[in-house]
Every structure is written in structure tokens, then in C-alpha cells.
């Protein structure tokens, strides 16, 4: 965990404070479906309510003797209820406290990660429609490809960013069920009625059917889907990390005043915060795939998920409501070099637009692989820096003069006819 960086509202919900307060609204809400039912007494229902609370040194204390969490919680409850305790945790077992606890938990995590997600989103649709007509260099492979923008380059990122809102809501939802379904689940101490009313006073809805345990597949799906968007940053990250390389330097990460970079070379810029979010990366991944292997239970329910999930389920939620926080507040602040960008697109004297020439001369009526040739012959020339920019070499070549115009040739070698249909592109995302 990096508790130097969290959010304390989402470290919060991880605390052992938060854990038993959970467990104790779940008995709360049984206890009141219970009462609705004519279960429970009024007056005790009242007493229940107003006594209900615990302490955590003590819940301590007497899980060192009966070595089990659950039961040392509800005695530490009982404790301040007195007699009326008797009708807490009636017709339960712990897994229908401790699963549904940890859903309310879970989505209240969710929650706060969707407004990280939508802070992102923001901030990356900010800097789309500020560089909608920033021309950059496209690369595939690591190396110079075809002209492109780095609004759309940064718009590829927006549209990912709005699929896992989606995915996120999708998660939150699959995991915000409740079950007091009992032992194995047949509800033999307590009715499918009950656990509805419960569930609905928790506003979850109640899991259709379970065992002992809500299925961990639920589990994993938000684990994965956490993992998913942690990729995801690392994606964009990876991609300032290429762009702010000494010899690219298109984009670079905020450098604030007072901020060193090396403790030996005063010069140094580099792009910590991106590199930090790659090495996070890593842990949402593992984690998911610990949430994974949680699925396969035995039987009705074993407990080898449980200390899995004490760890990967507080650190994957609080690690990934970081990074998103902070890989925010590095777009906000990127800084953007066009001269630069302009720079990069012309170091290798316009061979980029080596398809457009290809295609021209193959319009003009020779062949796809004469076409081919003859114009890559001339861009490796270029390449190896034998003297002449590609104009200059396709001018000089009477196979290209006697089809194309000097200008049909120069219009070939302008940004401009690659990037006439973005606008279509900016129309369909809504930027």
C-alpha cells in the first residue's frame, strides 16, 4: 500500500473500524427484516438499535481465545445489547456478514473509483480539443509511420477510458449483491423472504443463488476490471514515457519548481510519475490474477479466499484510485512541444508520405509493385541520407516526372490529405 499518496475517504473504507461498522449494519438490516416479519419484538428491535456497537480491543481480546473474527464480533456486540443480543445473527452464518459486508465495501470503493475514472476522462478530453490540429508523427513498430494529431493520438486514450466506465459499472453492479442464505446456502434457519428485505435495506440486491459464499467469479471480475484499467494507464503512460525521451521530446510529464531529477546530474528531467504508474501496473495484474484463482472453492465453501482477499481487494482499490489520481493530474499538466513534433516529422525529408506518392503513381496507371519499388528505392536513398530530400529525388526520377505533375508531387507531400477525415473521427467521439 502508499498510504503517503491515498485519498484518505478511500482508506477509510478499508480500516478495521470500517470492517466491523459494515458487519454491524448487515446484522442491523437482518434484525430489521426480521422485525418487519414479526420476528422480533418491538421493544427489543428498539433496544437493538440503540445499543447496538462494539470495541475493537475487545473484539481482539476474545478472537485471541476463539480464534474466529466473526463470533468475536458479534460476543463483543452482545456485550453492550445484553439479553436482546440473543436475536442477533439469527439463522446466520458468518460468510452471509462477511460477503455482504465486503460487497457494500466493495461498491463504495467502485464508487470512488468511477469518479477518478470521470476526472481522467475529463482531463484528457481537455487536452484532445486543444491539440485536435497538433500534427505529429504516427509510429508503428517504434518508427516513423504516417502523420496523424496528438488530439487524435490522445483521443484513442478517451474512448478507452470511456469503455472502462462502462466496464467499471458493470463490475460494481456484479458485485453488489448480498446473500443470508445460511450454512450451504438452503436458507434453513432463515427465509429467501428475509434476505430480500435485508438486501434492500442495504440497497443490494440479493445474489439469486449461493452457497456458503457469494461466488468469487463476482470477485473477479472487479479485480480484473481494476487490472484491466490499471493496463490501460500504463498504456498511456508508456506512451509519455517514449515522448519525453531526450531525442523525441514531443511531450513531457510537469516538471514543478523546486523538483530534482537525479541526486547526481542536475540536468535531469524525467518522467518518474509514469514510470511509477507502469511498476503499480504490475500489482493490479497479479492481483487479478489471485482473484482468479479464487474461483475454485471446495464444495459449499472453503476459506482460502478469504486472507487472498484481505490483501488484493483493499490494495487493488486504493492502488488503482492513485494512480488514476495522479496520471490525472500528469495530463493536466503535460506539456506539449509542436515545434518539436514539427521537427521529428522532418528529419528524414518527407519520406513519411511515401504511401501517398505509391498511390498516385499506381492511380496514374502503373503497377502496384513497379510502384512500389520505384518510390522505396528512392525513400531508402533518402533514409541513408545520400544527399537529396524525397521531392528532390522524385523530381529528379523521369519514372515518376513522366506521371506526376511537380504539383501532383507536392501535394502528395503534405500532412494535409492524411488527416482530412479526423474531423469525422472528433464528430463520432463527441469532441
Not at 215 to 223: E, K, L, V
Amino acid at each position: 500500500m502508499i498510504p503517503r499518496y491515498t485519498r484518505p475517504q478511500m482508506g477509510d473504507i478499508w480500516t478495521e473500524e470500517s470492517k466491523y461498522q459494515t458487519w454491524l449494519e448487515v446484522e442491523l438490516a437482518v434484525c430489521e427484516a426480521q422485525h418487519q416479519a414479526g420476528e422480533v419484538p418491538d421493544e427489543v428491535m428498539a433496544e437493538i438499535k440503540s445499543k447496538a456497537k462494539f470495541d475493537i480491543n475487545r473484539i481482539y481480546e476474545i478472537e485471541t481465545e476463539v480464534k474466529h473474527d466473526v463470533i468475536a464480533f458479534v460476543t463483543s456486540v452482545n456485550e453492550f445489547v445484553g439479553d436482546s443480543g440473543r436475536y442477533i445473527h439469527k439463522g446466520l452464518t458468518s460468510s452471509d456478514v462477511v460477503d455482504t459486508a465486503l460487497a457494500l465495501n466493495m461498491r463504495k470503493a467502485g464508487k470512488l473509483i468511477e469518479v477518478e475514472l470521470q476526472n481522467l476522462h475529463d482531463a484528457i478530453l481537455e487536452k484532445v480539443r486543444l491539440h485536435k490540429d497538433t500534427v505529429t508523427i504516427g509510429r508503428s513498430h517504434g518508427i516513423h509511420a504516417e502523420p496523424t494529431t496528438f488530439g487524435f493520438k490522445l483521443s484513442i486514450w478517451l474512448e478507452e477510458v470511456r469503455r472502462h466506465q462502462g466496464r467499471l459499472k458493470d463490475a460494481i453492479d456484479m458485485i453488489s449483491v448480498g446473500k443470508m442464505s445460511g450454512p450451504v446456502g438452503t436458507f434453513s434457519n432463515i427465509s429467501p423472504a428475509i434476505e430480500e428485505k435485508a438486501c434492500q435495506i442495504l440497497e443490494l440486491v440479493p445474489a439469486p443463488i449461493s452457497t456458503q459464499v457469494v461466488q468469487r467469479d463476482r470477485h473477479a471480475q472487479f479485480i480484473w476490471t481494476l487490472a484491466v484499467i490499471g493496463s490501460s494507464l500504463e498504456k498511456f503512460a508508456t506512451e509519455i514515457r517514449h515522448l519525453q525521451r531526450t531525442d523525441v521530446l514531443e511531450a513531457e510529464e510537469p516538471f514543478t519548481q523546486g523538483q530534482k531529477g537525479s541526486s547526481a546530474m542536475p540536468h535531469k528531467r524525467n518522467p518518474v510519475g509514469s514510470e511509477n504508474i507502469t511498476g503499480l501496473a504490475r500489482i493490479l495484474r497479479a492481483n487479478s490474477l489471485a482473484a482468479l484463482e479464487n474461483i475454485p472453492l471446495w464444495h459449499e465453501r472453503d476459506i482460502s479466499h478469504s486472507s487472498v482477499e484481505r490483501v488484493i481487494v483493499p490494495d487493488s482499490t486504493i492502488l488503482l484510485d492513485y494512480m488514476l489520481s495522479r496520471f490525472t493530474g500528469i495530463v493536466k499538466g503535460l506539456v506539449v512541444y509542436p515545434e518539436n513534433m514539427k521537427r521529428n516529422m522532418d528529419v528524414f525529408g518527407g519520406i513519411i508520405y511515401s504511401q501517398a506518392v505509391l498511390l498516385k503513381l499506381v492511380e496514374k496507371g502503373m503497377s502496384r509493385e513497379d510502384a512500389y519499388a520505384l518510390v522505396q528505392s528512392h525513400a531508402m536513398s533518402v533514409f541513408n541520407q545520400e544527399g537529396k530530400s524525397f521531392k528532390e529525388a522524385l523530381l529528379s526520377d523521369t519514372k515518376v516526372s513522366d506521371k506526376l505533375s511537380k504539383n501532383e508531387v507536392e501535394e502528395c507531400l503534405s500532412s494535409k490529405n492524411y488527416l482530412q477525415n479526423l474531423e469525422q473521427v472528433f464528430t463520432r467521439l463527441g469532441v
